[in-house]
T-cell receptor, first 113, second 110 residues
Framework: KQEVTQIPAALSVPEGENLVLNCSFT??????LQWFRQDPGKGLTSLLL?????REQTSGRLNASLDKSSGRSTLYIAASQPGDSATYLC????????????FGAGTQVVVTP | NAGVTQTPKFQVLKTGQSMTLQCAQD?????MSWYRQDPGMGLRLIHY???????DQGEVPNGYNVSRSTTEDFPLRLLSAAPSQTSVYFC?????????FGPGTRLTVL
């Protein structure tokens, strides 16, 4: 069974620093990996989707990398802002469970002014 | 275009009561799903549907029922609420590889 881990569970950085969020998974036979943002009391918003054939995806200040062989993905957020404070979750779709996502528990990020 | 909507936002039940969490989407997505989110854990799939009239179990289906009579609606029923079902429930619909989530229902079972 696919297991998805996000470490650390919480992270606090001063404004302007770059954020590095980690996601690891146990089964490398993945279809894709997706990063989500969750604000308190709200649903999840998709940030980036990486297909298994891709090594990275970029959107503005966000960059996500994928290394299937080592079972890792990293989300980089450049020049963090207080508005980046949220919980970030990664989710993996494995090839034998198409359509079903396995989620990590998330990393709670606080960016201090 | 409202996206995915869920009602109610908050609910308190007593053990043994039943209720239905409502979910609707206006994007004409075939695939819909229900998740629960508990502290320190990722979202876990309860039930999902690949189209009207077709549903299947996810990772944690016990104590929950679903049906899908229309493309738009996917209600989740708690038959006899238990304290272990205290959680935040999210409904989602999917287009291709992208999931769209509702705002969630926070359920407390006393």
């Amino acid at each position: 069974k696919q297991e998805v881990t996000q470490i650390p569970a919480a992270l606090s950085v001063p404004e302007g620093e770059n954020l590095v969020l980690n996601c690891s998974f146990t089964d490398s036979a993945i279809y894709n990996l997706q990063w989500f943002r969750q604000d308190p009391g709200k649903g999840l918003t998709s940030l980036l989707l990486i297909q298994s054939s891709q090594r990275e995806q970029t959107s503005g200040r966000l960059n996500a990398s994928l290394d299937k062989s080592s079972g890792r993905s990293t989300l980089y957020i450049a020049a963090s802002q207080p508005g980046d404070s949220a919980t970030y979750l990664c989710a993996v779709m494995t090839t034998d469970s198409w359509g079903k996502f396995q989620f990590g528990a998330g990393t709670q990020v606080v960016v201090t002014p | 275009n409202a996206g995915v909507t869920q009602t109610p936002k908050f609910q308190v039940l007593k053990t043994g009561q039943s209720m239905t969490l409502q979910c609707a989407q206006d994007m004409n997505h075939e695939y819909m799903s229900w998740y629960r989110q508990d502290p320190g854990m990722g979202l876990r799939l309860i039930h999902y549907s690949v189209g009207a009239g077709i549903t299947d179990q996810g990772e944690v289906p016990n104590g929950y029922n679903v049906s899908r009579s229309t493309t738009e609606d996917f209600p989740l029923r708690l038959l006899s609420a238990a304290p272990s079902q205290t959680s935040v429930y999210f409904c989602a619909s999917r287009s291709g590889d992208t999931q769209y989530f509702g705002p969630g229902t926070r359920l407390t079972v006393l």
